[in-house]
């Protein structure tokens, strides 16, 4: 008999579809869910991956592998005629009526993004179908599943190629009765459908990608232990010496009583609401390792994906985390990842690094104990239709999803969450921490279980005060005429333009003093070590946007922030006097331009400024101890709005699985977890000779021609190439040319288009950040 591949590189069908089914059946054997039964649920996960390639066994797809001049046809194709085997196949193994139909979607998808569900009914393929089964080695993939039968001990694999043409008869009746007795009736009451498609169709994706670049797919079952202890361990080993100062009593006092919080496994949401400067990220991960050991007990040990809101605070807090985990162990990958977009393709395990295409297997598919990542990364997963992001969907089964800054979700996507969140921990096992300052009310208080008495740390802190000044709206001018600079100050202002304006302002009147600039106009790179400086003590003025407002660990006596929502004014509170040292003081001020509008509702909904305004109001001053019952009353006030129509409409997407279409009919494709105000061109600044150096590269690899090729030689220099690139309104009038698909400002021509003070030199627009 011929032998069949599955891929040009020699590997043959049979071990493909093997190791993908080996694989799939190890990922679902590790997941506890009640979305299925356990058994059934492994069944399905082996029955994709064996069948999910089964199209490949055409001469068409085999010739086409061998073939020097690749032209694609759609009798090449084998996702579609993979699916209707599937289909009936799982058919023999369940009676229930829509699963077999969504192990088909699956697999009919597997190499594409998920599309509304309602048109996974239609089939006008037929002729193609019929050419393809023509063209089918029935007598090798009749073989095939004979040895997959038994090596997988699944006789469910059992595989009649001569059944296929009553298949192909059939399945237009049965896809039309699916649409008219099920997918019509979808009312949208429940989310289980959605998880149950989400989480077989993550598997196979992952199994299939693992199967496909790893030669040892055994690397993905690797797990490390981590002591539940480490964190105590490293706090004492490096704070033993801390001044026994008040700040540090309550970051003890917090500490201790997190890590003595009674923990009930049949308690899946628990939250940590800590006044800035207490230590969340440690106490957050102590709490975790505590979980976690607790769940280990029951017979299995979950992972801990860690996200955070901004780029800017990932780093900081990832640093944190290898400090802790290397106190006792050697950490390599499989310990710690840190995945974004931006993120270096790297892997480690043990002293070996894997190459690029398995490095970044192993990282995209979280496969780590502890993953640090970014809201964009979780909540694109969570709410997902994009092949690439739904294949680590199965990692937040039963996994510890810790959620920093958690107030920095915009209050329309909540319902929403909500619902998400609470599917995921009921019918998936997932166990959820909150973390934040100031606790918005996605989740109404009795489905939280506090860690720590938080009104007690709120009450005997007393670092700050702030003042409303918001009866006197004031020109950037008017308040700089005002202003003395007696100690150190952060300004923090709502638009980059008010930012520009304010720090000329200040050089003008103090030009004895150095003065920080802070915006996303600023190359990355420049704005990280600015930051760094600043902890330093470098300046005694900083101007910035919101973009230091949450999870920045900086700290100034004084802080004059422009109005914004409560939750962001007390964010904003926590940059000053962190450490309790000095008394510190904020000052709300209500800014206004050259034409009398407020830079406020250029920003934000008018109204939550308009609540926050009519709170402050009543307020001369505000002590730190207030804050807690103030910001309560705010989100009482916030969560007495109707739900917003998009979470709405969302949450009925994901219920209906409703992928695309129409924007009107908000599909899940229209989720956008950050929504851009205006359309942007993105800019590479020739800064230095690095920057020289990393553009000459890029080009280069532009001109390589082979797509593949041409994507990896990308992602091995994104990164750094990335901390050159800034993002700019299309409204620009000083534009830099176009070259290799970017705006480019070359080295030469970099006073006319940068300012290594303010960054671009732009004029007109509003900008945020």
Same mark, same amino acid.
């Given at each position: 008999?011929?032998?069949?591949?599955?891929?040009?590189?020699?590997?043959?069908?049979?071990? =493909?579809?093997?190791?993908?089914?080996?694989?799939?059946?190890?990922?679902?054997?590790?997941?506890?869910?009640?979305?299925?039964?356990?058994?059934?649920? +492994?069944?399905?996960?082996?029955?994709?991956?064996?069948?999910?390639?089964?199209?490949?066994?055409?001469?068409?797809?085999?010739?086409?592998?061998?073939?020097?001049?690749?032209?694609?046809?759609?009798?090449?194709?084998?996702?579609?005629?993979? &699916?209707?085997?599937?289909?009936?196949?799982?058919?023999?193994? /369940?009676?229930?009526?829509?699963?077999?139909?969504?192990?088909?979607? *699956? +697999?009919?998808?597997? =190499?594409?993004?998920?599309?509304?569900?309602?048109?996974?009914?239609?089939?006008?393929?037929?002729?193609?179908?019929?050419?393809?089964?023509?063209?089918?080695?029935?007598?090798?993939?009749?073989?095939?599943?004979?040895?997959?039968?038994?090596?997988?001990?699944?006789?469910?694999?059992?595989?009649?190629?001569?059944?296929?043409?009553?298949?192909?008869?059939?399945?237009?009746?049965?896809?039309?009765?699916?649409?008219?007795?099920?997918?019509?009736?979808?009312?949208?009451?429940?989310?289980?459908?959605?998880?149950?498609?989400?989480?077989?169709?993550?598997?196979?994706?992952?199994?299939?990608?693992?199967?496909?670049?790893?030669?040892?797919?055994?690397?993905?079952?690797?797990?490390?232990?981590?002591?539940?202890?480490?964190?105590?361990?490293?706090?004492?080993? *490096?704070?033993?010496?801390?001044?026994?100062?008040?700040?540090?009593?309550?970051?003890?006092?917090?500490?201790?009583? *997190?890590?003595?919080?009674?923990?009930?496994?049949?308690?899946?949401?628990?939250?940590?609401?800590?006044?800035?400067?207490?230590?969340?990220?440690?106490?957050?991960?102590?709490?975790?390792?505590?979980?976690?050991?607790?769940?280990?007990?029951?017979?299995?040990?979950?992972?801990?994906?860690?996200?955070?809101?901004?780029?800017?605070?990932?780093?900081?807090?990832?640093?944190?985390?290898?400090?802790?985990?290397?106190?006792?162990?050697?950490?390599?990958?499989?310990?710690?990842?840190?995945?974004?977009?931006?993120?270096?393709?790297?892997?480690?395990?043990?002293?070996?690094?894997?190459?690029?295409?398995?490095?970044?297997?192993?990282?995209?598919?979280?496969? &780590?104990?502890?993953?640090?990542?970014?809201?964009?990364?979780?909540?694109?997963?969570?709410?997902?239709?994009?092949?690439?992001?739904?294949?680590?969907?199965?990692?937040?089964?039963?996994?510890?999803?810790?959620?920093?800054?958690?107030?920095?979700?915009?209050?329309?996507?909540?319902?929403?969450?909500?619902?998400?969140?609470?599917?995921?921990?009921?019918?998936?096992?997932?166990?959820?921490?909150?973390?934040?300052?100031?606790?918005?009310?996605?989740?109404?208080?009795?489905?939280?279980?506090?860690?720590?008495?938080?009104?007690?740390?709120?009450?005997?802190?007393?670092?700050?005060?702030?003042?409303?000044?918001?009866?006197?709206?004031? /020109?950037?001018?008017?308040?700089?005429?005002?202003?003395?600079?007696?100690?150190?100050?952060?300004?923090?202002?709502?638009?980059?333009?008010? &930012?520009?304006?304010?720090?000329?302002?200040?050089?003008?009147?103090?030009?004895?003093?150095?003065?920080?600039?802070?915006?996303?106009?600023?190359?990355?790179?420049?704005?990280?070590?600015?930051?760094?400086?600043?902890?330093?003590?470098?300046?005694?003025?900083?101007?910035?946007?919101?973009?230091?407002?949450?999870?920045?660990?900086?700290?100034?006596?004084?802080?004059?922030?422009?109005?914004?929502?409560?939750?962001?004014?007390?964010?904003?509170?926590?940059?000053?006097?962190?450490? &309790?040292?000095?008394?510190?003081?904020?000052?709300?001020?209500?800014?206004?331009?050259?034409?009398?509008?407020?830079?406020?509702?250029?920003?934000?909904?008018?109204?939550?400024?308009?609540?926050?305004?009519?709170?402050?109001?009543?307020?001369?001053?505000?002590?730190?101890?207030?804050?807690?019952?103030?910001?309560?009353?705010?989100?009482?006030?916030?969560?007495?709005?109707?739900?917003?129509?998009?979470?709405?409409?969302?949450?009925?997407?994901?219920?209906?699985?409703?992928?695309?279409?129409?924007?009107?009919?908000?599909? *899940?494709?229209?989720?956008?977890?950050?929504?851009?105000?205006?359309?942007?061109?993105?800019?590479?600044?020739?800064?230095?000779?690095?920057?020289?150096?990393?553009?000459?590269?890029?080009?280069?690899?532009?001109?390589?021609?082979?797509?593949?090729?041409?994507?990896?030689?990308?992602?091995?220099?994104?990164?750094?190439?990335?901390?050159?690139?800034?993002?700019?309104?299309?409204?620009?009038?000083?534009?830099?040319?176009?070259?290799?698909?970017?705006?480019?400002?070359?080295?030469?021509?970099?006073?006319?288009?940068?300012?290594?003070?303010?960054?671009?030199?732009?004029?007109?627009?509003?900008?945020?950040?």
């Amino acid at each position: 008999m011929k032998q069949l591949y599955a891929h040009s590189d020699g590997t043959t069908l049979e071990e =493909h579809l093997y190791k993908t089914a080996l694989t799939a059946q190890k990922l679902a054997r590790e997941k506890h869910t009640s979305l299925f039964p356990k058994e059934l649920f +492994v069944q399905l996960a082996i029955l994709l991956g064996a069948t999910h390639d089964i199209g490949k066994a055409t001469s068409y797809f085999q010739d086409y592998l061998t073939a020097d001049k690749k032209k694609k046809s759609p009798l090449q194709h084998h996702s579609l005629f993979s &699916a209707i085997w599937t289909y009936y196949l799982a058919k023999q193994i /369940t009676d229930d009526s829509l699963l077999p139909f969504l192990c088909f979607v *699956v +697999v009919k998808r597997h =190499h594409n993004d998920l599309a509304d569900i309602k048109t996974e009914t239609s089939l006008d393929e037929t002729k193609t179908l019929k050419k393809q089964f023509a063209a089918l080695n029935k007598e090798e993939l009749e073989a095939i599943f004979q040895s997959l039968s038994e090596r997988l001990n699944a006789p469910f694999l059992k595989l009649d190629p001569k059944e296929f043409p009553r298949y192909l008869e059939d399945i237009h009746s049965e896809l039309s009765k699916i649409r008219r007795r099920y997918l019509r009736k979808l009312n949208g009451d429940n989310l289980y459908l959605y998880l149950k498609l989400a989480l077989l169709y993550s598997i196979l994706l992952d199994a299939d990608k693992t199967a496909t670049v790893l030669k040892d797919e055994s690397i993905v079952k690797e797990r490390r232990d981590i002591s539940g202890k480490i964190v105590l361990k490293y706090k004492e080993s *490096v704070f033993k010496n801390a001044p026994q100062t008040f700040i540090n009593h309550l970051r003890d006092l917090a500490f201790e009583e *997190v890590g003595s919080c009674p923990i009930s496994l049949g308690e899946r949401f628990y939250c940590l609401n800590l006044p800035t400067g207490l230590g969340k990220t440690l106490i957050g991960l102590h709490f975790a390792l505590k979980l976690r050991e607790n769940i280990a007990q029951s017979g299995y040990t979950p992972r801990i994906i860690y996200a955070l809101p901004f780029l800017s605070i990932i780093d900081q807090n990832y640093e944190i985390y290898q400090q802790v985990l290397s106190t006792e162990y050697k950490i390599d990958s499989h310990y710690l990842l840190k995945h974004h977009h931006l993120t270096d393709i790297v892997f480690y395990e043990n002293d070996r690094e894997f190459d690029f295409d398995a490095a970044k297997i192993l990282l995209e598919g979280w496969n &780590a104990e502890i993953i640090v990542t970014t809201f964009i990364q979780l909540f694109h997963t969570l709410i997902g239709y994009k092949n690439r992001m739904l294949r680590k969907f199965h990692k937040l089964a039963g996994a510890i999803i810790i959620l920093d800054e958690v107030q920095a979700i915009h209050h329309k996507y909540w319902l929403v969450v909500k619902g998400i969140l609470t599917s995921l921990a009921t019918q998936l096992n997932t166990y959820i921490l909150l973390c934040t300052a100031t606790q918005p009310l996605i989740f109404p208080k009795s489905a939280l279980r506090d860690t720590c008495e938080k009104e007690k740390y709120f009450r005997q802190l007393d670092r700050i005060t702030i003042y409303p000044h918001l009866t006197k709206k004031q /020109t950037l001018e008017a308040f700089i005429n005002e202003f003395s600079p007696v100690k150190k100050t952060l300004f923090i202002v709502n638009t980059i333009n008010a &930012a520009k304006t304010l720090f000329r302002l200040l050089q003008g009147r103090y030009p004895q003093e150095k003065i920080a600039y802070l915006t996303t106009h600023i190359i990355p790179k420049e704005r990280l070590k600015r930051i760094k400086e600043i902890k330093q003590g470098k300046y005694k003025l900083c101007v910035s946007t919101q973009l230091v407002e949450a999870g920045v660990d900086i700290d100034f006596p004084v802080v004059y922030r422009d109005l914004a929502p409560l939750d962001a004014l007390i964010q904003s509170a926590g940059r000053c006097n962190r450490n &309790a040292e000095e008394k510190g003081t904020m000052y709300v001020l209500n800014l206004i331009n050259e034409k009398g509008k407020r830079y406020a509702y250029q920003v934000y909904d008018l109204w939550l400024i308009d609540k926050t305004e009519k709170i402050l109001v009543r307020y001369s001053s505000i002590s730190e101890p207030d804050i807690l019952e103030l910001i309560n009353s705010y989100y009482e006030e916030v969560n007495q709005e109707k739900p917003d129509e998009t979470a709405k409409a969302l949450l009925k997407s994901l219920q209906t699985l409703h992928f695309n279409g129409e924007k009107e009919t908000y599909p *899940v494709s229209n989720f956008r977890l950050i929504e851009e105000d205006y359309p942007k061109w993105e800019v590479f600044i020739e800064y230095d000779e690095e920057a020289k150096m990393l553009w000459k590269e890029f080009t280069q690899i532009r001109k390589i021609k082979d797509r593949f090729e041409r994507k990896m030689a990308y992602e091995q220099i994104k990164s750094r190439f990335s901390q050159y690139i800034i993002s700019v309104p299309q409204t620009i009038e000083n534009r830099p040319p176009v070259v290799e698909n970017l705006l480019y400002v070359p080295y030469e021509q970099l006073e006319d288009f940068y300012d290594k003070e303010t960054g671009y030199k732009l004029e007109g627009g509003v900008m945020v950040f």
